[in-house]
């Protein structure tokens, strides 16, 4: 009994995660990549989501308010409306490539876990502002996945890595020269209208401009 509980406790036990940012995919065209951190900051953990949950994540991060709710903005204010909050987001399973979550809720009464996609799940407890943690055992998983990946990568041949070294994207820097002309009081007309206009990805890069110069 002793042993069966100590195993239960080694692979329930959970591993703190921060969002430190999001990046497009290098291995699926069109995808991103949500990057969570442990505490430490020894392990990270990189999750493929779609452009619509990148989207509403880094509006999360960058405290940016659209002029009309987003779903999970929407599910916040439904939430608040009737009291339920959320405690935390649990990563909970690594299954054929894909992360499954839970979402661990309390109305005042009761507690209760909901399934969630992963992306969801993130971007939630940024809005709710509650933690996001992994089972030990998913972060393992993970790390032997891309130890895997590492390893073939190794295998192929080094002039595809030659060719990337030699035509960077370059669409960061055009990003920011495209801002770079403009005065601070410019800046901020144009990120209120690309909020007006829910180009949250321009106004995310505008913001990041503004940034540079405060």
Known sequence: MYKIFIQDYILMEKIRLEVIGITKSQSQAGAFAVILEDAAGKR?????????????????????????????????????????????????????????????????????????????????????????????????????????????KDEQDEAPELKKTENPDNSGEHAISEFEKYTLNELKDLLNEAIANEEYERASKIRDEIKKRK
């Open 44 to 152: 990270q953990l990189p999750i493929l989501i779609g452009y619509n949950e990148a989207q509403s994540i880094a509006i999360a991060l960058e405290h940016i308010n659209p002029p009309r709710p987003l779903t999970h903005d929407l599910f916040k204010s439904f939430s608040d409306t009737f009291n339920i909050n959320i405690l935390e987001v649990i990563i909970s399973k690594l299954a054929d490539g894909v992360f499954y979550s839970k979402l661990v809720c309390h109305d005042g009464i009761r507690k209760v876990d909901i399934d969630s996609r992963t992306s969801d799940a993130i971007a939630l407890a940024l809005r709710f502002d509650c933690p996001i943690y992994a089972y030990k055992v998913v972060m393992e998983a993970a790390r032997n996945i891309d130890t895997d990946e590492d390893e073939k």
